[in-house]
């Protein structure tokens, strides 16, 4: 059985399905319905001194890539702290958690494998919108 064509799809910047959750913000880009399901594309922005989900699992792979400013990232129970143009790879199952712990506005690019990730966005934004994300000191 031959899979069905997909389109080409160009997103300008600051287009995409926005999900604001207070100082944090993500933009999809790209998901399962553009992508057969193999998987998502996602600018994440935290401004300064923000709390990202909290330690967190799930089966999907993720690949950030790091726009700007200092993204601290819980991995291998440890805060790490990765700045512009760094790569990291996050297999699925991996407990993980970012912030921003900086005093600039931070960014990353979030590339999930397989794609699904984005059909929690709602329930997440709903959680996190009426949260309080602000850091009152480094965790690091």
Same mark, same amino acid.
């Given at each position: 059985?031959?899979?069905?064509?997909r389109?080409?799809?160009?997103?300008?910047?600051?287009?995409?399905?926005?999900?604001?959750?207070g100082?944090?913000?993500?933009?999809?880009?790209?998901?399962?319905?553009?992508?057969?399901?193999?998987?998502?594309?996602?600018?994440w922005?935290?401004e300064?001194?923000?709390?990202?989900?909290?330690?967190?699992?799930?089966?999907e792979?993720?690949?950030?890539?790091?726009?700007?400013?200092?993204?601290? &990232?819980? &991995?291998?129970?440890?805060?790490?702290h990765?700045?512009?143009?760094?790569?990291?790879?996050?297999?699925?199952?991996?407990?993980?958690?970012?912030?921003?712990?900086?005093?600039?506005?931070?960014?990353f690019?979030?590339?999930?494998?397989?794609?699904?990730?984005?059909?929690?966005?709602?329930?997440?934004?709903s959680?996190?919108?009426?949260?309080?994300?602000?850091?009152?000191?480094?965790?690091?």
């Amino acid at each position: 059985m031959r899979e069905a064509a997909r389109k080409t799809i160009v997103v300008a910047p600051e287009q995409g399905r926005v999900y604001s959750m207070g100082p944090m913000r993500a933009v999809f880009k790209a998901d399962r319905d553009e992508t057969a399901s193999r998987y998502s594309v996602s600018e994440w922005w935290l401004e300064p001194h923000t709390r990202g989900p909290g330690v967190h699992l799930h089966p999907e792979d993720h690949v950030y890539y790091v726009l700007a400013g200092t993204l601290s &990232l819980w &991995l291998d129970d440890e805060w790490s702290h990765v700045t512009r143009g760094t790569c990291v790879v996050i297999p699925g199952g991996t407990p993980h958690d970012f912030q921003n712990q900086g005093s600039v506005r931070a960014g990353f690019l979030s590339f999930n494998s397989p794609g699904g990730f984005e059909a929690r966005m709602r329930d997440i934004e709903s959680d996190l919108a009426t949260a309080d994300l602000r850091l009152e000191s480094s965790p690091a």
